[in-house]
Nanobody, 125 residues
Framework: QVQLEESGGGLAQPGGSLRLSCKAP???????????MGWYRQAPGKERELVAT???????NYGDSVKGRFTISRDNSRKAVSLQMNSLKPEDTAVYYC????????????????WGQGTQVTVSS
C-alpha cells in the first residue's frame, strides 16, 4: 500500500491563497516516476472532480474550474507535488485528495490509483 502524506489546506477568504503539498516518501523513485500525481476534490453532495494532476515530465491536466487560478508543481527527487491555489472562491470549498495514478485522468471520471485521506479547504469570509 502506498502512503501519501498531505499537508496544507485550511481556511481562506475569497480572493485569498492556500498551498497544498503531498509526498510519497516510501515509494521508490523509479516507481514514482511512472505515476501521475495530483489532486481531486469533493464538495458536499457533489462527485469527486479533477483539480490538477501531473506526470513525471511535468505535463499537467487541470479541471476547467481552476484553470488560471491554481498551479501544480512536481519535484520528482522529493516524490512530491504542490498545488498553489490563488484567487480562491467559495465554490472551491471541498475536501482535497492527493492521488497517485498510472493512467491519464479520465474525462469526467476519477482514476484508479492510490488516495490520501484528504484535507479540508474552506473559502469563506
Amino acid at each position: 500500500q502506498v502512503q501519501l502524506e498531505e499537508s496544507g489546506g485550511g481556511l481562506a477568504q475569497p480572493g485569498g491563497s492556500l498551498r497544498l503539498s503531498c509526498k510519497a516518501p516510501r515509494l521508490i523513485l523509479s516507481v514514482f516516476n511512472t505515476y501521475y500525481m495530483g489532486w481531486y476534490r469533493q464538495a458536499p453532495g457533489k462527485e469527486r472532480e479533477l483539480v490538477a494532476t501531473m506526470n513525471y515530465l511535468r505535463s499537467a491536466n487541470y479541471g476547467d474550474s481552476v484553470k488560471g487560478r491554481f498551479t501544480i508543481s512536481r519535484d520528482n527527487s522529493r516524490k512530491a507535488v504542490s498545488l498553489q491555489m490563488n484567487s480562491l472562491k467559495p465554490e472551491d470549498t471541498a475536501v482535497y485528495y492527493c492521488t497517485l495514478h498510472r493512467e491519464p485522468p479520465p474525462p469526467g471520471g476519477i482514476p484508479q490509483g492510490y488516495w490520501g485521506q484528504g484535507t479540508q479547504v474552506t473559502v469563506s469570509s
